[in-house]
């Protein structure tokens, strides 16, 4: 590229990048340098001395049987949310590629939940399904099935995972009805000349000419399971019962907001960084590739 | 091409595109029964995706007692009005008699704020980093990228301590400052401005405009369709914020709708007045819904371009 046309002054470049680098700075950067000291130090019940204790806390944090769990946890609410949003989404997509008319119109109504906030969309289920007087709830015991979510862990899983799926589907949507577009028609057209039928020409041409799109969506959803999903799990299940849906970002919350174990939380925050940093590396290393097809 | 295929207003398919697809189904071979199949599953997906929001729809128009035997009626009852003007301007109990007139105002304040603090920031620090040389240029391009690996959940407890400090806890500068810095929306203004040709600022600074004028005069007509789409992603973003005002506020009067749900609702003891707390869903709902559905168009194209 050739070098680009720039205006001349020395002072103004400064003035304008200043509101976001104090932004920044204030309520980026010093708090978790601040997360990052906090985890090497130990500090007294009162809060008055604190000691250097290198590794100790996350050596405590990663023997914790409680953070095993939380990671057991995240792992299986992550993939149960990115798998079932991304599989609805993408026959949903698929569908929508096929029919003639009213393509605008499904869009429309499939986007709404786009705009719930995730606490929200919890709260919605839970409501359906609370055993007090959610309908589906009442009609699944009526069916003789013993559903109490704000009792049963599994259950409890089962109803934040919907929620937090659901919730997803609409961006998964979008996303993969713009990339069976993207797919050159004339690729399909050969398969069905030469004899491929439909469901041949999906899992042969489409899926793989889809891997792009389907690899970003897997690290976004990844991303959002993480991390967007407090909402849900703060406002449906509080992380219980027992510790049945208490996720990393949960715990961290909880630890240090609510029991005030401040090294063991700025350890996990630290650990959690380390899953952001390694999580938005993936996606600018391969979101390249999303575009090949294009 | 993405964007091309989806930035389509919906609905409004042009007669040669009908035509086209038309032709094109007949090639690929694709029945109308399994076409009548795409439909019905299509139907079921959004019934779905639409059901949870029409039943509480339902819920908020129907009395306490209605809601506490279950099953719901299908259909809505006759309470709308009164369920509706109870929570708007007579005051919850749960939440210490607040209004969710006032919760409205909040909302909608910390929303726009964020959407319109976070375009203005970013569109000037693009601005600096596309159309100037200095020196550290590229060093605070990085500063602002790698606040993307630093979201509020991994700083949870110092960056509260930093507002209790600042003694920002339950203002809207509290609410809403912190989260104006977004790498996301520097980086795609960061984009497209590398795409306006150097000929361009070229001329601007023939005809003797300084940088001031050619960002008002040149820019940001270019730039308005980013803009709108980066609007509607970041005013959907502010109105669903849950952690932040979470640990920002304490007064009831301060909080956003979405963390006064969460506050209204206990399953534990009788008091919960359902009906008002899906009254407050739906106003929590309705407002971002109906900026997705009107602003359809960038929505899509924003998102599918920006990836986020």
Redesign the interface.
């Given at each position: 590229m050739?070098p680009?046309?720039?205006?001349p002054?020395?002072l103004?470049?400064?003035l304008?990048?200043a509101?976001?680098?104090a932004?920044?700075i204030?309520?980026?950067?010093?708090?978790?340098s601040?997360?990052l000291r906090?985890s090497l130090l130990r500090e007294d019940p009162f809060g008055l001395q604190s000691t250097f204790v290198g590794l100790a806390n996350f050596r405590r944090v990663l023997n914790d049987p409680n953070y095993i769990n939380a990671v057991q946890v995240t792992v299986i609410f992550s993939i149960a949310t990115a798998f079932l949003a991304m599989a609805?989404a993408l026959?949903?997509a698929v569908?929508?590629d096929?029919?003639?008319r009213?393509?605008?119109?499904?869009?429309?109504?499939?986007?709404?939940?786009?705009?719930?906030?995730?606490?929200?969309?919890g709260?919605?289920?839970l409501?359906?399904f609370?055993p007090?007087?959610?309908?589906f709830?009442?009609?699944l015991r009526s069916a003789g099935f013993g559903w109490d979510p704000?009792l049963n862990g599994p259950q409890a899983m089962t109803l934040v995972i919907a929620a937090a799926a659901?919730k997803q589907?609409?961006?998964n949507f979008?996303?993969f009805?713009?990339?069976l577009?993207?797919i050159p028609?004339t690729l399909?057209?050969a398969a069905?000349i030469d004899g491929a039928g439909?469901n041949k020409r999906f899992w042969t041409i489409v899926f793989p000419l889809l891997a792009p799109t389907t690899f970003?969506l897997l690290v976004?959803n990844t991303t959002y399971a993480f991390?967007d999903t407090?909402?849900i799990i703060?406002?449906v299940t509080g992380g219980g019962p027992g510790k049945a849906t208490e996720t990393l970002?949960y715990k961290?919350?909880n630890d240090?907001?609510v029991n005030l174990i401040?090294g063991d939380?700025?350890a996990q925050?630290?650990i959690?960084?380390i899953i952001?940093?390694a999580l938005?590396a993936i996606q600018f290393r391969y979101?390249e590739k999303k575009v090949h097809y294009? | 091409m993405a964007e091309q295929a989806t930035a389509r207003p919906s609905g409004r398919t042009s007669t040669a595109a009908f035509l086209g697809r038309r032709e094109e189904g007949a090639m690929l071979g694709i029945s109308r029964t399994s076409r009548y199949v795409a439909h019905a599953i299509l139907i079921l997906g959004v019934l779905i995706v639409a059901f949870p929001i029409y039943y509480t729809f339902v819920a908020s128009t129907h009395s306490l007692q209605t809601i506490l035997r279950p099953p719901l009626p299908l259909l809505p009852g006759d309470r709308f009005w009164e369920n509706y003007s109870t929570a708007l301007f007579g005051g919850i109990g749960r939440i210490g008699g607040v209004d969710v007139g006032t919760l409205l105002f909040n909302t909608t304040a910390v929303a726009l704020a964020i959407a319109i603090g976070k375009i203005v920031i970013s569109i000037l620090s693009a601005f600096a980093i596309v159309f100037f040389r200095f020196p550290l240029r590229m060093f605070f391009f990085w500063m602002i990228f790698i606040t993307l690996m630093l979201p509020v959940e991994v700083r949870i407890l110092p960056t509260y301590k930093v507002m209790v400090d600042l003694g920002l806890i339950d203002t809207y500068t509290g609410l809403t400052l912190p989260l104006m810095a977004s790498a996301t929306a520097t980086l795609l203004f960061r984009q497209f401005f590398l795409t306006i040709p150097g000929e361009l600022v070229e001329a601007a600074r023939v005809d003797g405009a300084g940088p001031w004028r050619f960002f008002k005069d040149i820019l940001l007509p270019l730039s308005k369709t980013n803009i709108a789409a980066l609007f509607v992603i970041l005013f959907i973003y502010g109105w669903t914020q849950y952690l932040w005002p979470l640990l920002v506020t304490n007064r009831n009067d301060m909080n956003t709708i979405v963390i006064a749900l969460r506050k209204m609702i206990s399953f534990a003891d009788a008091d919960t007045e359902w009906h008002l707390v899906m009254v407050t869903a739906m106003l929590a709902i309705v407002p971002p819904i109906l900026v997705v559905l009107f602003m359809q168009r960038w929505f899509v194209k924003g998102l599918v371009e920006t990836e986020k």
């Open positions: 050739s680009r046309v720039t205006f002054n020395k103004l470049p400064y304008l990048l509101p976001q680098l932004i920044t204030v309520f980026f950067y010093w708090p978790a601040q997360a906090q609805l026959l949903l569908m929508a096929k029919i003639i009213g393509r605008g119109i499904y869009r429309t109504l499939l986007i709404w939940p786009y705009a719930v906030a995730p606490a929200i969309a709260m919605l289920w409501f359906m609370n007090a007087m959610g309908t709830a009442y009609m704000l659901w589907i609409s961006y979008l996303f009805v713009a990339g577009q993207a028609k399909i057209e069905a439909e970003f976004i991390f407090f909402g703060h406002a970002v961290v919350y240090g907001f401040l939380s700025a925050s630290v959690l960084m952001v940093i938005t979101v294009g | -």
